[in-house]
């Protein structure tokens, strides 16, 4: 029995050391790729040819420049992509919040089939009615707008369910009730008392909305035909093209890095919030 | 019951603020985006020459006083543009994508050709022609010619025929013949018109011509290089000193797919021509030799032969003289072509590459300038030599090409002061259009795709990579299914 | 609530419709319209040729028909499984381990909150920005086969993108990179919900970690991980942006990548909305049925 203990206590040794090393492992993993892709984005075509090295060169802004002034649009795409996100997480938040809050604290006729319906519909992938959309979108006239890309964010079951969760144990029914003897209208008591107490939440699911639509690529490249209208996404994915006019590789790193470096650093900024608000969202998973 | 009121109205504001955020998008132009050269203009001269300027006061922008005042022009690049905002008398830029002739607003729609996305939005916005605004209404559109039968087609309807604006065969008495078979309609009328003639050849290294063969010479290198077993031969021995023929089996493909006998498609099933599979037997025979490479065109792997000291050591690109002037990277220190490296022969068969031609959308409501823009870029021998000089375009014109090709100050930098004129004209002669087809932009780009797993063995034989072929042709076009 | 009058509670309670409205109908118009209408046109002949449109004309099951009856179908249907299963299986191992040792209390790692943030970060990176870099990295002179010839491992370069399993190895370990922090947290968050005191009284009984983590944690976590490997499985199925990407459309070699929505967004391409339709369809019907297998087999044992 000792003997075992002391084994024991030597393997915490070694398992804490193993652990460290994996850990050390996958972060490198993980930030191997954003390394090279800084690196790349400093150097010019010519030095990209000639192998890799592990020192960054002088050529950023001069590709960056490029970049800005090739023929895709990356400035116009990043704003597209600003408001595009920015609406989308305010619409998703807040009606996602609203339709919880129905869910959540009202009782009427239908509520539980309602709410197994939104569950259901969880699972279907997007994907399988982008035909249907696409054709409806084009007989409202609706192509190369952002409306078909925001509005659809306001019935969003995954961020409904995240919400419906974090009221259960977030939202005390007192105060609502207090709100109510105050005489405050219902619409104005989900705004002003509501609301306020799912700050938490919102803020979680705000970041999330707008990182994924963000990244979203399938739908606005069928939405999107316009390159002035066109996201990030579609022009990341048209450096792929073969067009004459463009293949500086520093440029294709520039690009990519100007993509993805803003969302780094506004994680970096909010990790702890985002890291946190996984797990807050998993636990009644 | 007041806040109630407020809260809705704050809803509401919210809600059109919304609105705003979509609708903005449309109405704000890219004002951040300054005017600027791209990659392609980059050698353009700050100051215009003679030319310009002497064309520009004889041809006035003829915009007649009661048709549209915003001309769309349906693009997939800058190319374009750029050629009206450096040649079209009284053309002015106000941004990357708008412009200004007279008092008609020029409105670029950029619609980038990957995965077929340029004709996609065209197809859209031309089924929509007739009922859109006028200020909406396609007035020009572009085509290359590996699609361009789609929409010259004479049911279709969709390009006007060039007599309806005005135009004359005598207008066009100087274009090269197979510039004007690519958009003759079945009754023979003509819907769209091009600057350039994109005859081309074999673009190879004259060091290393001269250190493998002793010979640097067009006239020289061409005896090399005459047909496909010579070309075979010679590729041996280039792989003897470390040179690969070509980057690519893609860079021949051309050359071979231009000279076939027959359709793609016939009676509804495609047909693969025996030149193509020529090209597959030859061009398998060089991948296993290691004397040729198999990376897709324009990749980043592919251009690298553009160096003078590259990995992949390259002898010999393919292609007209855009390939030269654009894609070779020939501002850009320890490239072949600032060194001047290069020189360009006929090659194993004639072929051309590319090409862009201005179609007058049916429908549209600013005739006069079309048909002036028509004519002034694609006729006007003094803008057409400007073009040449200028952006080294192998233009339309016989008798500038002629000009240019006996001026004997003339020479290409890249091409080590070689005049490429006189062999571009002959070869823009010899280019014999009669078996495109309106399916040949996806036969050609899946052919190459499903070729590829071939050359690298992915492919057990050469049939299940036509099977692959066929497959995916299918599911481009369903009516050959 | 069921303390207040009656009248009330009703007045209060309608207001409940009301704010289902929006969602309601933004469903409505957004979601089931384009699912209904992609059902209809599952069952009609429609697309372009050239500037020509061909039908509608209904065939029925038709194009139900042609799809299932063609071998590469299924083929796309197994390459998605495939590698989807590729970086599944690695992404669960490793967040289990990683999972459990976070919230390992005598291990006390240092720095959770910076490996915390490092392993969640390409979660949040553009998928097709991602597929591009890993395109650009890997490439005959990229920076990989660069480095890898320097250190010596390679003569000369390998061709990641003319190999089948390279080109699905890099697929799935990308997909991997960017789901194996996301699962972590979800795991440890279900590992921290566990009673301590179930812990300790292993110990108390002299279970090793393993035993711990084999005959405690695993069970009572089941649910999160159905959760998560329902999550997964769908989003696997709907594998685009990736593969689509590192291979310029083309699934290539040989169609060896080429996933099930690739296939979709072919069809939509080519304006065949039948054949998109059919497929879309079939696309439904099997992530129902994967979720379903799922569910039933992982929640069997479960004490409900």
């Known amino acids: 029995m000792a003997n075992k203990k002391a084994s024991g206590g030597a393997s915490i040794h070694v398992r804490r050391a193993v652990s460290y090393i994996v850990l050390i492992l996958l972060s490198f993993l993980c930030l191997f790729w954003f390394y090279v892709l800084f690196i790349n984005a400093t150097r010019s075509n010519g030095e990209l040819g000639r192998g890799f090295t592990a020192i960054p060169s002088t050529h950023l802004i001069e590709n960056l420049n490029n970049m800005l002034h090739s023929s895709q649009p990356m400035l116009s795409g990043l704003r597209n992509s600003v408001i595009i996100s920015a609406c989308t997480a305010a619409l998703c938040t807040y009606f996602s919040v609203m339709t919880a809050y129905a869910i959540h604290s009202y009782d009427f006729k239908g509520k539980k089939a309602i709410f197994t319906f939104i569950l259901a519909i969880m699972m279907i992938p997007t994907q399988v009615s982008a035909l249907g959309f696409i054709r409806l979108i084009t007989k409202m006239h609706l192509m190369d707008n952002f409306i078909p890309l925001i509005i659809p964010a306001i019935a969003s079951p995954v961020t409904f369910f995240y919400m419906k969760q974090y009221m259960e144990s977030n939202l005390p029914s007192s105060l609502i009730e207090a709100a109510r003897i105050d005489g405050a209208g219902e619409f104005y008591t989900f705004n002003k008392v509501v609301l306020p107490l799912m700050v938490p939440a919102i803020a979680v699911q705000a970041i999330f909305s707008f990182v994924s639509s963000w990244n979203n690529y399938f739908t606005p490249a069928l939405v999107l035909h316009d390159d002035k209208m066109k996201t990030l996404p579609i022009l990341i994915a048209q450096l792929r093209a073969a067009d004459w006019l463009k293949f500086d590789m520093g440029q294709v790193y520039a690009a990519i890095a100007f993509s993805i470096f803003p969302v780094i650093i506004v994680y970096l900024i909010l990790s702890k919030y985002i890291v946190g608000g996984v797990a807050a969202g998993a636990v009644k998973g | 019951m007041k806040k109630r009121w407020l809260a809705i109205g704050l809803t509401a504001a919210m809600i059109t603020s919304m609105a705003a955020c979509g609708g903005s998008s449309s109405t704000a132009s890219t004002a951040e985006s300054k005017p600027a050269e791209s990659a392609a203009t980059e050698s353009k001269p700050a100051a215009e020459s003679k030319a310009a ?357 003339f020479g290409n930098a890249i091409l080590g002061g070689q005049n490429p004129y006189e062999m571009l004209a002959a070869g823009a002669e010899l280019v014999d259009m009669s078996n495109i087809s309106i399916y040949d932009q996806g036969c050609n780009e899946e052919f190459q795709k499903a070729m590829k797993n071939y050359f690298e063995g992915n492919a057990a034989s050469y049939e299940d990579a036509l099977a692959e072929f066929e497959k995916n042709i299918k599911v481009k076009y369903p009516e050959l299914a | 609530m069921q303390k207040k009058k009656a009248s009330a509670v009703t007045s209060y309670n309608k207001w409940g419709y009301f704010f289902l409205i929006p969602f309601i109908v933004i469903f409505l118009i957004f979601q089931l319209i384009p699912l209904v209408s992609t059902v209809y046109y599952s069952f009609f002949e429609n697309y372009r040729s050239g500037l020509k449109q061909i039908g509608p004309n209904f065939v029925g099951l038709g194009n139900y028909a042609k799809l299932l009856s063609q071998k590469h179908f299924l083929t796309y249907f197994k390459n998605t499984m495939i590698m989807w299963v590729m970086g599944f299986v690695p992404q669960i191992i490793v967040s289990l381990i990683l999972g459990a040792w976070f919230t390992d209390p005598s291990l006390r790692l240092k720095g959770q909150r910076f490996f915390k943030t490092v392993i969640y970060l390409p979660n949040l990176i553009m998928a097709s920005a991602f597929a591009m870099l890993f395109f650009a990295l890997f490439a005959d002179s990229g920076p990989v086969n660069s480095i890898l010839m320097n250190v010596g491992i390679l003569a000369k370069p390998y061709k990641f993108m003319s190999h089948v399993w390279s080109v699905r190895g890099l697929v799935a370990f990308m997909n991997f990179l960017m789901w194996f922090g996301n699962t972590t947290i979800l795991l440890m968050a279900g590992m921290l919900g566990i009673d301590s005191s179930l812990f300790e009284a292993a110990q108390v009984d002299g279970a090793t970690a393993t035993q711990i983590f084999f005959q405690i944690t695993l069970p009572l976590l089941r649910p999160i991980l159905v959760y998560v490997m329902v999550t997964s499985l769908i989003g696997g199925l709907q594998m685009f942006d990736v593969p689509q990407i590192l291979t310029n459309g083309t699934g290539d070699p040989m169609s060896s990548s080429m996933t099930l929505i690739m296939f979709l967004n072919k069809h939509l391409f080519s304006k065949n909305y039948g054949m998109a339709g059919a497929l879309s369809v079939i696309l439904l019907i099997i992530t129902g049925i994967l979720s379903m297998i799922i569910f039933k087999t992982t929640a069997q044992n479960e004490v409900k």
């Open chain 2, 53 to 409: 300027t002497e064309s520009k006061t004889e041809s006035k922008p003829a915009a007649a006083g009661d048709e549209g005042k915003v001309l769309n022009v349906e693009v997939w690049n800058d190319e374009f543009i750029n050629r009206v905002t450096d040649h079209y008398p009284g053309y002015e830029k106000v941004s990357d994508t708008e412009g200004k002739i007279g008092d008609v607003k020029v409105n670029w729609i950029i619609t980038a050709n990957q995965d077929n996305a340029y004709q996609n939005n065209l197809d859209e916005a031309l089924a929509a022609q007739a009922d859109a605004a006028a200020d909406k209404k396609v007035d020009i559109f572009l085509v290359e010619a590996d699609y361009a039968l789609k929409y010259v087609d004479a049911d279709a309807d969709v390009a006007m025929p060039l007599k309806d604006l005005g135009i004359t065969d005598a207008d066009l008495s100087k274009q090269f013949s197979y510039t004007q078979d690519v958009v003759k309609d079945a009754n023979g009328d003509l819907r769209g018109s091009s600057w350039q003639a994109c005859s081309a050849g074999m673009i190879y290294r004259r060091d290393v011509a001269q250190e493998v063969f002793g010979v640097s010479e067009p006239a020289d290198v061409q005896e090399l290089f005459k047909d496909w077993d010579a070309y075979k031969a010679a590729a041996a021995k280039l792989k003897e000193k470390g040179y690969k023929v070509t980057a690519s089996a893609n860079d021949t493909y051309r050359v071979y797919s231009n000279n076939v006998s027959g359709k793609w498609v016939q009676d509804g099933k495609v047909v693969v021509d025996e030149n193509i599979k020529k090209w597959v037997d030859d061009s398998m025979e060089l991948v296993k030799a290691e004397e040729t490479g198999t990376f897709d065109l324009w990749s980043d792997d592919w251009a690298k032969g553009f160096f003078q000291d590259p990995d992949g050591k390259v002898f010999a690109y393919f292609g007209p003289a855009w390939l030269i002037n654009f894609s070779m990277h020939a501002d850009e220190d320890g490239s072949v072509g600032k060194a001047g490296g290069w020189a360009l022969t006929t090659g194993p068969q004639g072929f051309y590459w590319g090409g862009t031609w201005i179609c007058a959308a049916q429908g549209t409501d600013n005739p006069t300038l079309v048909k002036d823009i028509i004519l002034t870029m694609t006729t006007d021998d003094a803008v057409m030599k400007d073009i040449a000089v200028k952006d080294s375009d192998c233009v339309n014109n016989k008798d500038v090409l002629k000009d240019l090709a006996s001026d004997t100050s």
